[in-house]
């Protein structure tokens, strides 16, 4: 049976948030922001402004501050019989710009690649519309699977899905979030897809030249197209307007999920309904705290992320193997749920409390397996190793919600530690020393920051006398508050 869940949507024009729930307890995240939000997969109809036959390019209008740039290779060709799509490309590309494409003519066309700077966006004329887990080419009969499914699958994958598109045109390339797909799962993806390349076409005749025909699915798009499952009892929205937009999009596309959809008209912000803004201050906090009184530390590296389980002051257990035991069974639960709120990917490496009995470990790991059965998104997690170590894997899918919304610190450039006062005091010494032997300045002036001024004229003002009647030359100190500890100057006078 489906877990039963509850989505939530908190719009703003600046942001969307979306909270998942089950059993009243917050367990994913999603974040969009409207000025993040870039124009890669956006289809125009543009109107072509010049030609440049010298660098087999051309300008694009396509109602942007900027003209977009189409270069040669990207004038698209459906490959001939028995050609491959990279021979279709080359044999696009040995044929002029200038006689592909005219000043003036309406041109259907997909961006490829943001505009930088004063760069324009770059264009295509292949188009590619993604759905979930396809990817559909309205020009192309190609059926293709992702290069990143194991080989030993591809063949079975290409004839289901060849069989599922059928001959109505079009190809389609599986995505590697498809492998284990349902074949409904499948056919509902092609459905959409088809929908929305016939709402392009219809709009491609019917609107005037720098029109935008089609943009990626917004998030609350994406939330009926992707979120939504059987287990799925209310879609809340909190803005009327995006209620009625996204009940409009549904109604073409899912109409299984309008039924779902609600207009929360509620005094408390729908976010507070769950405490999720308290759930996402935690999902970004280092420290987790475990209810038995044991905490979880969580350590995102760019290589992997590592999972480390403490007891801390849990002692309710009748003894100590108990206590470990169950610390490790709520953890797991923990764990499981962390991954999905943070949106934690690649290699994850799990340090449970150490245990003795083998039935704990193999109850454990039971439960960690368990709770990520419950996660969309893939993960495969392996035994306990000979370091009592459990390495596991989930598939990533966009940004964690750390990098999504955080930055590294500028005063310790994301080390997540500073030198001491003390450590910087020293630092200084020796630079002084440095100095007086290249220098013969009147005096020298040390700017630091609060703390480390106040260790100079307390504890480390014997060393500094001393250091200043080594040198010969007085050492003053000044006080700077907008200072990091690490900062510091010395001024020479």
């Not at 609107?207 to 799925?232: A, C, E, F, Y």
């Not at 009184?293 to 760019?302: K, M, R």
């Not at 006062?421 to 630092?427: C, E, L, Q």
Request: proline letters at 4%; aromatic letters at 6%.
């Amino acid at each position: 049976m489906p877990t039963q869940q509850d989505i939530l949507i908190n719009w703003s024009p600046q942001e969307t948030r979306v909270a998942i729930v089950e059993h009243g307890a917050v367990q994913e995240l999603h974040v969009e922001r409207t000025l993040e939000r870039g124009l890669v997969g956006n289809v125009y109809l543009g109107k072509v402004a010049r030609v440049l036959p010298g660098m087999q390019s051309a300008f694009i209008d396509i109602g942007l501050e900027r003209a977009a740039f189409l270069h040669v290779a990207d004038v698209w060709h459906p490959p001939q019989e028995g050609e491959t799509i990279s021979a279709a490309r080359g044999a696009s590309a040995l044929i002029p710009i200038e006689k592909q494409v005219f000043e003036g003519q309406a041109l259907m066309v997909q961006v490829i690649k943001d505009p930088i700077g004063t760069k324009g966006a770059r264009l295509s004329t292949q188009i590619s519309i993604a759905g979930r887990l396809l990817v559909f080419l309205p020009q192309d009969d190609h059926i293709g699977v992702s290069q990143k499914i194991p080989l030993a699958q591809r063949e079975a994958l290409r004839a289901q899905l060849l069989a599922l598109a059928g001959n109505q045109g079009g190809g389609f390339i599986l995505r590697t979030n498809g492998e284990d797909a349902a074949e409904s799962e499948l056919a509902e993806d092609i459905r959409y897809l088809r929908k929305a390349w016939a709402r392009i076409k219809d709009a491609s005749v019917r609107l005037p030249p720098k029109t935008l025909l089609h943009q990626d699915l917004n998030l609350m798009q994406r939330v009926l197209r992707d979120l939504v499952s059987d287990g799925t009892q209310t879609i809340r929205v909190d803005s009327r307007e995006q209620f009625e937009a996204l009940k409009t999009f549904g109604a073409e596309f899912m109409p299984a999920a309008v039924e779902k959809l609600q207009h929360y008209k509620g005094e408390r912000p729908i976010f507070d309904l769950y405490s999720i803004d308290e759930e996402i201050a935690k999902a970004l906090a280092r420290r987790v705290e475990l209810k038995s009184g044991g905490y979880l530390i969580v350590d995102q590296t760019e290589a992997l992320t590592t999972v480390d389980v403490n007891t801390g002051g849990f002692v309710g257990a009748r003894n100590f193997d108990d206590t470990i035991f169950k610390t490790n069974l709520e953890a797991a639960q923990a764990i499981a749920r962390q991954l999905r709120l943070r949106n934690l990917g690649g290699i994850i490496i799990v340090d449970f409390i150490d245990m003795v009995r083998e039935d704990h470990r193999d109850a454990v790991l039971g439960e960690f397996r368990k709770q990520l059965g419950r996660d969309r998104v893939k993960t495969s997690a392996g035994s306990f190793s000979q370091l009592g170590l459990v390495e596991m894997t989930r598939k990533r899918t966009r940004e964690s919600l750390a990098h999504m919304l955080c930055e590294p610190c500028p005063v310790c450039e994301g080390k997540g530690i500073v030198k001491t006062a003390r450590s910087v005091t020293y630092d200084i010494f020796r630079e002084i020393l440095r100095e007086a032997r290249q220098f013969n300045p009147r005096e020298f002036r040390v700017v630091a920051s609060p703390k480390v001024i106040e260790l100079f004229l307390d504890e480390e003002s014997q060393h500094l006398a001393s250091l200043s009647e080594f040198i010969g030359k007085p050492v003053s100190l000044q006080s700077e508050a907008a200072m990091a500890q690490e900062q510091y100057d010395i001024v020479l006078l």
